[in-house]
């Protein structure tokens, strides 16, 4: 009988916050989560819906003071319970979203985006002006961005597609992979991950390529305009078309040229491979038990 009771104390009613704010252009929505989803949408309103499922004991907070519009959660007892957002917003407003172990989820915005989370997988559809997106276990994809790219991740992957604007991305484990990318800057580093770039070389842009043990891939346009550095240590450098050379090979050491040479491309492996081919001609191999969780 007592231990019945005592279960009965433990057992919370799932919850559902449902409400919708009006806003001003220039609004930023700030959201915290400790954990759960939190899915961002956009609408044609100048309002913000929230709708959220939590426990009995987790309440949603919503406040507003100057240009900036914060949701969090918090509870009677005790730490915040788990809560899944789903949000809709006006396509312009900025978003920054925090969270500890939550998966996040932004689809159709035309805004600057920040997100941080522990441990969970980011995805953002859209975006302009400067994405900041950092998860510490936890993939990240970008598509459809039109800016500034600055993405980092621990354990896992990061994906860019179809994608407009300066990037920055590093990861320690992960590959990184850009995929029908225009950009006259990349920065690109990762330990023990492959890189996959199969994008534009602008001229006069500025391009860099570093993994200590994983395999560099890059996709070279016919009509590209670039100079190639390529140093390894003990890897293997592998054209699969016709380049000029504009030196003797060195054992660690090769630099070849593309049309006038206009971009500059720096590539550093310790113990990979460097491969470059034409679009579409490389790719990523990803581990069985990722794809099986994909």
């Given at each position: ?178 995929v029908r990318v225009r950009s006259k ?110």
């Amino acid at each position: 009988m007592l231990l019945s009771l005592l279960l009965g104390a433990l057992v919370v009613a799932p919850q559902q916050t449902d409400t919708t704010i009006n806003v001003t252009t220039g609004t930023r929505l700030e959201v915290s989560n400790p954990g759960g989803e939190i899915n961002v949408r956009v609408w044609e309103r100048n309002a913000v819906q929230v709708k959220a499922r939590h426990s009995s004991r987790t309440f949603v907070t919503i406040k507003s003071h100057g240009s900036v519009l914060e949701v969090s959660s918090d509870a009677q007892r005790g730490p915040a319970n788990i809560v899944d957002y789903d949000l809709m917003v006006p396509s312009w407003m900025p978003i920054s979203l925090d969270g500890m172990y939550s998966d996040m989820n932004i689809d159709g915005t035309k805004a600057e985006v920040k997100v941080e989370t522990l441990n969970g997988n980011i995805v953002v559809k859209g975006g302009t002006g400067t994405l900041k997106l950092s998860s510490v276990q936890g993939s990240i994809v970008v598509e459809g961005a039109r800016g500034r790219l600055e993405l980092n991740s621990v354990s896992e992957g990061i994906r860019v597609t179809d994608a407009e604007g300066d990037i920055t991305a590093e990861t320690i484990s992960g590959a990184l992979e850009f995929v029908r990318v225009r950009s006259k800057s990349v920065e690109a580093g990762t330990l023990s991950g492959e890189i996959l770039y199969d994008g534009t070389f602008q001229d006069g842009g500025l391009y860099s390529f570093v993994s200590h043990s994983g395999d560099i891939m890059l996709g070279v346009p016919e009509a590209s305009s670039a100079s190639f550095n390529i140093a390894t240590l003990d890897g293997v450098v592998e054209n699969l078309f016709p380049v000029q050379a504009l030196e003797h090979p060195t054992r660690r050491r090769t630099t070849f040229r593309v049309g006038a040479g206009s971009a500059r491309v720096d590539i550093e492996s310790f113990n990979g491979n460097v491969r470059v081919g034409r679009p579409g001609q490389l790719t990523v191999e990803h581990d069985e038990d990722d794809d099986d969780n994909n």
